[in-house]
């Protein structure tokens, strides 16, 4: 077949020419083709088959959750309180021995006191570009359009262009002149929803109803993203100051008892290995400290409907060991983890149903969520530090050896 | 329930404990409950349910892959050959847009003359950390160290430890000294398989049956891994030399012809884009030069079981645009790609089933497999560039505005 | 000598003394003792002799400055009018061909109109660090200090401790909790001076009479610096956003005529060079774009007595090149150059005098010398870069092997 | 006058003409012109004058060096002994109260059995890039050139184009192939010089003399220099790797009671300043983990005649601090420090004075040098990390207050 004449829709005749086309290649696999997918048809187009992923599920994680609240206009988060839960965790995976680490380090830490979580900010960004003959004009550009922000909010709010979401609140903008461009960094607030497609729907009714009717200095060319948005790519500009997603810090204090008794190992031992991993972070130019944070996110995203092309970016971690009087503090702070309980792959089943079991389905959850993700992190961490902290990391040998899994 | 009494096994009676504990939490949605989850038993402890992405399939893209073959025992990589080829990629997505703009991205390459695709090489590092009281210690064990990774890759060949893979074989040593810590970064190849599994248990094997029994300087401490071997966390290491995975790169000269037809842009519009994105890259601090890698690698990941908590890593990207006589030379590296066609999650249904539709499926697969990622990656690039660069980005704007999918 | 007993004041009997303990060892290198050291008596404990540095000067660049001032309470900067002007830019080195290279570029910029700078930004940070036992007293007392800039600027300005300085205005905070620490970025300005001695003297007043006063969450400790403040180490925050110095932007659009006349290569040979320069920097994890802007800016320090230990992190640039309708837009963006006209090594002669040559001595001279000094960098940026264009870089060799100067 | 009328050459005439058109511009301060120039008459073009920077004396530091040789043809360096010495060290600087902190962190240091001193690696890099039209002849190019370093090696031996230096010596070959270009990092030894100007000679005649007569794949352009080099930029290549001068360590425990006394803290708190330091520097984007290295390194480098424009690449620090049994370790690793004993400005009178002062003037002195500089390095840091330390890090501010020198 060539490409062109390729079926892109989602009609059950173009479904099943496009099995059909693709059944002899398959070698019988086609359990990837035996399932309804009618649920899917707006979720991709050339929607053809499934892909399947088993889910663990551990609990009841023992979290200290606080309640937020965005705070209008300036959508700074205030905590309206806190509670203590049991969660249970979805893991999709196929790593053996992930779910029985996390396990073991939630019950580490459930036996000092749980965790408690933080929300720290809460932001997505557009970072248009803006292209001028010189720098005189981007600068004086940038002057300009820095005092737009409350302006551009309120035009927003007016609903001047079909197709806009009121969900995406501007909530500041910042600007960086480098050569002859601005980067325009509009920072919104999404409700629940990750939102990049809000975002960029309403960033681009930004640059094309407001700036370029009313700059005084007009820009040669418009772009909706100059990449230095964060989306999909890890930055140091996000990793420190969050903006594209949750910023949210797990911690727990664990007691010298947990250590030793559910993680086999000592403070000691762990702070051994915190200093040998922080600095070997920063000789190899990670632009985090931790040791597996991905691993976690991972299979809560794909279990959860979240975009997995974001599983690198929200993993951007700074984890910390730090002996108090009461044992070992550890926390785990992710700067831009973005997740979602509306929108996008969340409102599918599976994802929902999973979304579910964490009371995380729908609007109003998406702190909730963020703070599962981050404890469930940090428990996973834990654990495998711990292993590695054992005498020449025995115990993360012993897990790789007996429970690898699918060699 | 409590935490500790949590069924962790995956017998029927365990699996079934665990779903009757959580379905009421899941209000109504039993499908996650509802597969057999018998072919997955190995895959993950505490296995309780699954999760389904949709797939979209585009195709075929056209592809001159290489015939690569590593030549012993330096580890290099021989191109045997280079052949073109249809190659049909499935992605495991919720993005509207997503497989559509793929597609439009490969078509303006098969106009063109198709993907051209190298592998340059082949390496995954297991860092381990030895600590000493000093740098004189941990220097005048780097000195040693440094001179017996022939001897070592002796000393695993000749299986001295049951549990050994002689799949990883050593290839190289580094070694640096920070602090009174020598890091040793054992650099292996491990066939068709990613490979995690196996180098942590070999290099468990060195560190105790070799180092600690031969090392003239004799450290305090061993630790497997001290944050230097580049797994699951970005870092410039791996993002410059590879060496956790596959380093690839898929190129294509654009005709004049094809950029204006299919990507409805032009080669100054992209050229104007590219200087823009690119020092905006450099301004947010990007290890990495790109649009959207991770897009099109988690749905190549998700579908064909990879570990996608390597979606982050995988995805560092260095794309350029430059133009030449024959219209626009895009390129697309991917320094680490981290990508199995054997073991993990590549041997369950659905994935397999995956792997097999890109031929990629078993042993002597894994450099095609890593290829067409890489060609699948840079399709999704061009387009996702070229709507960005046409006037205000107006067609990366409709993409989303029309094809958002699941708001 | 034992080093306890070695002299440190700078009574005549103690120079004398430490000049006598050396003379032996500097084999008749007596020039070094010759000087008249009474002028320099304040500058450093165990002052013994004189190290001289050679000076060329070149001009008259042809700049067109900004007039600027600082706008309060804010501190922003706004500019009041523009002049162009020919200034005479001294440069202390002993590299053979800087001067003559940096007067070449000048020559290109001053045929094709002259050169035009801007000052973005005028910040300088000290990061005080506040050690919690906790996340959950540290997310709480950031929130807290967060809210009292303004508050705590007033309090400055009431003088309430002995030896604060006036001319360090705390203009914002900012925070940054990691772990159990609170990070407060407190952003002054701070005259004509370079300042870090003042903003320490500040820093430290806010932290022990301000906020271990009144907190609600006292910390257990409390550091002046907690090394995120930028000073003299390269970071991405200070690249990025400034706040350790001026952040200033030179910029001059090439003619046809003056690269091909005066810098002997093209536009279209200098476009290669930044494509390959701007990709080689990222692949090499430069956190700048650029070829040299340390030679030039080493130079201006050490003839103007700024502070050497602050090149680095005055080097910190971004540079673009641009084709334009006029020709090649080329710009050089310094993120944190750290200049002062009054206070520390500005006040010695030498220092002092060469900084009257560019009409740059005293108060309110501080945004000009930024400016000349930002200038004089992308004269010599453009020249070498030329240099490198030419085929094989034949001119940049040229310059080496005729002027390499001292071998 | 005329920029294009400037006098550049260095004939009396030439340089008197300098000096009477700028001495109506310095108010006065003719001391700049008061000097003898011949001395310095091949240093820099247009020569007009020069800048004089007092220069503090402090010592004798307690170090034991390595004695290091480069071993033929791998360039690799060997230890042929150790030695203990006093060593005095020459710091140029106006900046109060660095000599004194220096001073006492040298003293804990001598307390607690004194400095050791390690050289780990010796390379100059010089980085080449060839641009071709497409990824396929890059690679293929690239796995021709790694084959060629012992042939260059011979070749530039054998001398065939005048000009060479037979000084620099040619090491090893890396390639970096991104887009159609293949950098090409050259790495070289250079004796006792610092290099630059030896090796850009060398590697334009591999380029133009070598390559582009026997590469298989000719380049359409040759580069010198493709910015991978690490030339006077940080980067994190040269920060992990070396390459771009000596890569040295300096090391000491300090005992608890050089600790208390001479510093006046503790060890925990010194360790607590590690770790919020540590984790600072990472959450600020620092490619290093140190305080203050480059305030010690622009002292020794102005006094020394070395190049200021390398202060910053020079400074490229990773420091620890790790309690061992007999107190607190702590290690400064230096990854390319750029220094030498012969060319350039060390030629110069003054510098060459300062070197003899530490018994580094000439050849066979590099190494040494590298050490000295390292552990002086190392003093400042100690000194300056526990007036940090202190409570609320009153001793730091007290030295800034006290010692701030010239306000």
Redesign the interface.
């Known amino acids: ?4 004449r ?1 079926p ?1 829709k989602n009609d059950p005749e173009s479904i099943r020419a ?1 099995q059909d086309a ?1 059944a002899p ?3 019988g ?4 083709f035996s ?1 309804d ?1 009618a649920p ?1 048809a ?21 979290v200290e959750l606080g309640d937020y609240e965005l705070e209008e206009p300036e959508g700074g988060l205030a905590e309206r309180g806190r509670a203590q839960e ?1 969660v ?1 965790v ?11 680490s996390l ?1 073991r380090g ?2 580490a830490v ?1 036996d000092s006191g749980g965790f ?1 979580t ?1 929300v ?1 900010k809460d932001r997505i960004t557009r ?1 248009s ?1 803006f ?1 001028f ?4 004009a981007a ?1 004086s550009f ?1 002057r300009w359009i820095e005092t737009q922000a409350a302006h551009m909010r309120a035009w927003l709010e007016g609903d001047p262009i079909p ?1 806009l979401s009121r969900h995406a609140v501007l909530r500041e903008i910042e600007t ?6 601005c ?1 325009v960094m509009y920072a919104f607030t999404t409700g629940d ?1 990750c939102g ?3 975002i ?2 309403n960033s ?1 009714a930004l ?2 109803g407001y700036v ?1 009717e009313r700059a005084p200095d007009r820009p040669r ?20 100051r969050g903006g594209h997603g949750k910023t949210v ?1 797990a ?1 727990c ?1 664990l007691t010298e008892d947990a250590v030793r008794r559910v993680l086999k190992t000592t403070i000691d031992d762990l702070l ?2 915190a ?21 976690a ?3 809560l ?3 959860t ?1 979240q ?7 929200s ?1 951007m ?2 984890g ?3 002996r ?2 009461k044992g070992l ?1 550890v ?1 785990m ?1 992710l700067a831009s983890l973005e997740v979602a309980t509306v ?3 969340t ?8 979304l ?2 964490m ?1 995380c ?1 729908g609007p109003g959850k998406v702190y909730r969520l963020a703070q599962i993700v981050a404890a469930a992190t940090l428990a996973l961490e834990i654990s495998a530090s711990a292993a ?2 054992t ?4 115990n ?2 012993r897990a ?2 007996e ?5």
């Open positions: 077949m060539e490409l062109r390729w892109r496009r693709l290649r398959l070698d696999g086609g359990e990837v399932h997918l899917f707006q979720a991709t187009e050339a929607l053809t088959g499934v892909a399947l992923v088993p889910v663990a599920v551990v609990g009841p994680l023992d049991g249970y979805p893991l999709a995976n196929t790593e053996g021995g992930l779910s029985i396990y939630a019950r459930g408690r933080y720290l970072a570009a292209l003959t010189d720098v005189a600068t940038a197709g960086h002149v480098v050569g002859p461009v980067h929803a990049m497609n809000m960029t729907r681009y640059n094309q370029l060319r418009a772009m909706l993203e100059g990449n230095m948005g964060g989306d999909k790519k890890i930055s140091h500009r996000y990793f420190e810090i911690e204090t051994e290995l200093f040998v991993g922080t600095h070997g972070a920063v000789a190899s130019g990670m632009q985090s400290v931790a040791f597996t944070p991905a691993t996110i991972a299979a995203f794909t279990a409907g975009d997995i092309g974001m599983v690198g970016t993993s971690a700074h910390t060991a730090h108090v009087e503090h926390a702070r929108g996008g792959g409102t599918l089943p599976y994802a929902r149903s999973w579910r079991l009371d389905a590695m902290a005498a020449g990391s025995e993360f040998y790789h050896f429970r690898g899994g699918l060699r």
